[in-house]
């Protein structure tokens, strides 16, 4: 299966500051790619689909202007969180895969906003 | 919309027990069905996918089941043991986009 790697693993930033955060696909072309949010002790959900060489799709209720997608090569998509609040705090997983075929998952990176 | 639910939300049996979490989903027109396992503070292992056509697949202890018509499936562990403590997510992709929609999760602990 494909292997996905996320940079960094975990992050602790001050409240107003941006943080940026990578997902590779490492042996695989990743037309699309997925950023999910998870908070503690809940289950994943899709903030939005990254698509390469266009426009992520955002899922009602994310802003896309705090969440920055940017996927400009089939192995890179990245997640900015502009402006970090406390509340941003999460768990953030990306995951790609085939169409409807298996979806392979990053190990996720931990985000603390002080 | 896709509903998927978990039952139990948490499970707690001592070592060597057989198990079967269950899954639900309000939309039977899914293109598979996919188990994954998750450790505290790490990211998603997918243990089992099940296509559409299929009614099970297994791997090691682990069998999951597929019945489309009536939107269950589960996953049966059998001899557990305490490294299979974890959460247990299934999830169905919404549409051929492959985007999913993830249960609650079971939590499993199995003690030794």
């Known amino acids: 299966g494909a292997v996905v790697s996320q940079h960094p693993s975990w992050v602790i930033c001050k409240s107003g500051t941006s943080v940026k955060i990578e997902c590779r696909s490492l042996d695989f072309q990743a037309t699309t790619m997925f950023w999910y949010r998870q908070f503690p002790k809940q289950s994943l959900m899709l903030m939005a689909t990254s698509n390469e060489g266009s426009k992520a799709t955002y899922e009602q209720g994310v802003e896309k202007d705090k969440f920055l997608i940017n996927h400009a090569s089939l192995t890179l998509s990245t997640l900015t969180v502009t402006s970090a609040h406390p509340e941003d705090s999460s768990f953030y997983i990306c995951s790609t895969g085939q169409g409807a075929r298996e979806q392979f998952f990053g190990p996720g990176t931990r985000l603390t906003v002080l | ?112």
């Open chain 2, 1 to 112: 919309k896709q509903e998927v639910t978990q039952i139990p939300a948490a499970l707690s049996v001592p070592e060597g027990e057989n198990l079967v979490l269950n899954c639900s989903f309000t939309d039977s027109a899914i293109y598979n069905l996919q188990w994954f396992r998750q450790d505290p503070g790490k990211g998603l292992t997918s243990l089992l996918l099940i296509q559409s056509s299929q009614r099970e697949q297994t791997s090691g202890r682990l069998n999951a089941s597929l019945d489309k018509s009536s939107g269950r499936s589960t996953l049966y562990i059998a001899a557990s043991q305490p490294g299979d403590s974890a959460t247990y997510l299934c999830a169905v992709p919404e549409t051929s986009g492959s985007r999913l929609t993830f249960g609650e999760g079971t939590q499993l602990t199995v003690n030794p």
